[in-house]
């Protein structure tokens, strides 16, 4: 039945990629669906871009297995959207093209900026794929009951999300998105409305259980987490990494305006809130429904709570309605990861197709014609690249590479963005700076951490450690060190650069500024209420 | 979608709709950033450093550290609620500074 469903879901997201190739006829329609995506819709799609296997089976999993602590992630990852919606939505409509490049090299000046920011974003996107591709073969092994191994598996959602955004372009995958996160807040509104039905409709009375099951320390935070510096560490980089993640910002420049771009965050904000309010019942109730036991024999990161949930939920192991639970869960978490994944992979092609090769090979001469060309032959490649590096690192622990990801773009990309904005000094030398040395600092930081280093018991066989040594770094995620750091490379660079700062540079800025906060220059953006 | 560079030749019109838009724009976002990475970050400190308070149960049994956490989504929503009411003022400006 698990098969059934989601051959349902990947025969209608196909059927709506065909469809979407008549309007996938340019590298505009591919890049960016045109910039025709309406406000809703784009909203609906950030949040399915953004609630990733991670959140939808790794925070019911942490809650499950760890009490308080897991629910903190739903926080942090919801309250991060304030920080995009405040300061990066609105203005990066109003300066971008296509990617964060075209608005740094608007301000900067500099093709040199271009190359870098080009980098950083498919180094931002590589990590936070290979995370989802390796998650994904793991887990459609293990609700296949081991029928699809990862080797097959990560091939398979691979070839899918290459079809989807060669065949689909943008368009395609937002509306990939769009059905994904409805199935997912569907799933997840059935599933919390049966759990408030079985626990009298009182969260006190579903936690009591919790507390009944697991002692009191459940309720409360420090089950996972001991060191106080590691959380407010992972929550710096939860909380400001949102706001430099390449698949993410890119999504602001589907639509028309910039008063478009907020509505949209606006939007996701209601959906990926109400979705991550709801994590805190559903992994409360597999704690108390399925049991830690049970969940943790399936998988030992608790990725099984959610379906495994469901089938408590909906009659139990052997009846048809538990079966029909667990398939149906099951498939729209296979719905959820293609759908990020052909999101990453659409951040990683328009970049490196649109950055590197128009715009630094090319020199900006592509024909538009061509650029559609090798975007698509780019997204075959970046596909092959991630389905090769997930094979590889499939055995691998893949939690550290999401939050290396959100680390490394709150470290590299945000100084930058915020520098950009804001500050009239920033030069080119200052964004090359930024770039490298938050990317570098966070990189080094994490090979000396307790997730590459470290002295695992002799018994322990499978997922040890690289380096069998104690870990120089203390912190499981770096954003504390980074983040400052890459702030600090941004002004370092600005100030070394400043020597050979020209006095068009000032105007440079004025003018960016202007067009940052007005939104002249963009076709239908003040023009269209006059 | 096209976009075009404003005749770079011309400085940007610097008029009294632009100029209030730029202070109370900045005003506005530095005065909201300030005060939601200070009270997101309220979250993890005591998470950290007071793990008793975040246990003690406020209703029956749901714990202070549930509370904050809801209250941290409604001041998510709120905040941007502000947020989408204040963009009307900046929209109204934005359109003047370039007219």
Known sequence: ???????????????????????????????????????????????????????????????????????MYSVGWFIAYLTVLFIVAEPLRNLGKYTLADMLVYRLKDPRVRTYAAISTIVVSAFYMIAQVVGAGSLISLLSGGVLTPSVAIPLVGVLMIIYVVVGGMLATTWVQIIKAVLLM??????TVLILNAFGWSFSNLLGNVERLNGQEFLGAGVKYKNPI??????????????GLPHILVRFYTVPTAQDARKSVVWAMVLI???YVMTAFLGNAANVLVGREAIAAANAAGNMAAPLLAQELFGGAGTVGGEFGLAFVTAVAFATILAVVAGLTIAASTSFTHDIYKGVIR???????????????????????????????????????VALAFAIAASSNLPVILFTLFWRKFNATGAIWGIVGGILTCLALIAVSPNIMGVDPPEKTTGRRPIQAQALFPLENPG???IPAGFAFAALGTLIGARRRRDEEDQAFEEMQFRAYTGAGVDGTVAAHD | MTVSRLPSAAAPPHNPAYTQLVAERNRFTVIMTVTFLVLYFLLPILAGYNKPLMATKVFGNVT????????????????????????????????????
């Open chain 1, 363 to 401: 020199k900006g001469q592509a024909t538009e014609r061509e650029e559609f060309r090798v975007a698509r032959l780019a997204t075959v490649a970046v596909g092959i690249i991630a389905i090769g590096l997930g094979l590889l690192a499939q055995s691998q622990n893949v939690a550290f590479l």
């Open chain 2, 64 to 99: 202070f550290g549930y509370v904050f956490a809801f209250a941290e989504f409604a001041m998510g929503w709120i905040m941007a609620a502000i947020y989408v009411v204040k963009a009307r003022t900046f929209d109204r400006l934005a359109r003047e500074a370039t007219q």
């Open chain 1, 1 to 71: 039945m698990t098969f059934l469903l989601a051959a349902v879901i990947v025969a209608i997201t196909l059927g709506v990629t065909f469809w979407a190739s008549r309007r996938n006829t340019s590298a505009s329609d591919f890049y960016v669906a045109g910039g025709r995506i309406s406000a809703g819709q784009n909203g609906i799609a950030i949040a399915g871009d953004y609630m990733s296997a991670a959140s939808f089976l790794g925070i019911t999993g942490l809650i499950a297995l760890n009490g308080y602590d897991g629910f």
């Open chain 1, 273 to 275: 809130g109400a979705f």
């Open chain 1, 186 to 191: 569907f799933a997840t509104i059935v599933m």
């Open chain 1, 480 to 482: 504390i060190v980074s």
């Open chain 1, 230 to 243: 590691d959380l407010i560490s992972l929550s710096l980089a939860l909380v400001l990494g949102t706001a």
